[in-house]
């Protein structure tokens, strides 16, 4: 079971601080970030930020959705096929706007679906948190696993000026 304590700050410069206190006490980056109300810059505590792989989910679902429509039309021509005027069976540019629709929609599903993806949403467990957070005050959350740890997180919280320490 996951552990969190929560530092809170009214000032940003002593949440960068423990941000660096705690990539220097040797926590790993990802289990300690910041929560504010405040829109900073991203990067501006020193905070890691993660890579998302969002531009893959539009890709691939555009392709599969392309795959398909071509598939769809094509076999859907082939099974009832109508010669009008000596036209081919399988025209491309009857399958043109199918294509179009079809791509344009697992794409836009396959965007919606990573961004639920990417966003981590659901959340079932939910950190710790404080109200304050809302009206100015920076949080600097730790998360870790064996509780030896506990009291190094403390110090440096403390060392950089944290106002409150939670525990969760």
């Known amino acids: 079971m996951s552990k969190s304590i929560l530092g809170l700050f009214q000032q940003p410069e002593p949440a960068a601080d423990a941000m660096d206190g705690l990539k220097e006490a040797g926590f790993e980056l990802g289990t300690f970030d910041v929560l504010t109300g405040t829109p900073y810059p991203e990067g501006a505590f020193g905070e890691h930020v993660p890579q998302h792989r969002l531009f893959r989910f539009p890709a691939f679902g555009a392709i599969i959705g392309f795959t398909l429509s071509v598939f769809l039309t094509a076999v859907t021509q082939l099974a009832y096929p109508l010669v009008t005027g000596g036209k081919p069976i399988l025209s491309v540019f009857a399958m043109l706007i199918i294509m179009y629709e079809m791509t344009m929609l697992a794409g836009v599903i396959a965007t919606v679906i990573g961004i639920v993806f990417e966003s981590r949403l659901p959340n079932m467990q939910p950190g710790i948190y404080d109200t304050r957070i809302t009206e100015g005050w ?31």
């Open 138 to 168: 920076i949080g600097v959350v730790i998360t870790f696993d064996d509780e030896s740890k506990v009291a190094d997180a403390e110090s440096v919280l403390n060392k950089a000026g944290a106002l409150e320490i939670k525990h969760a």
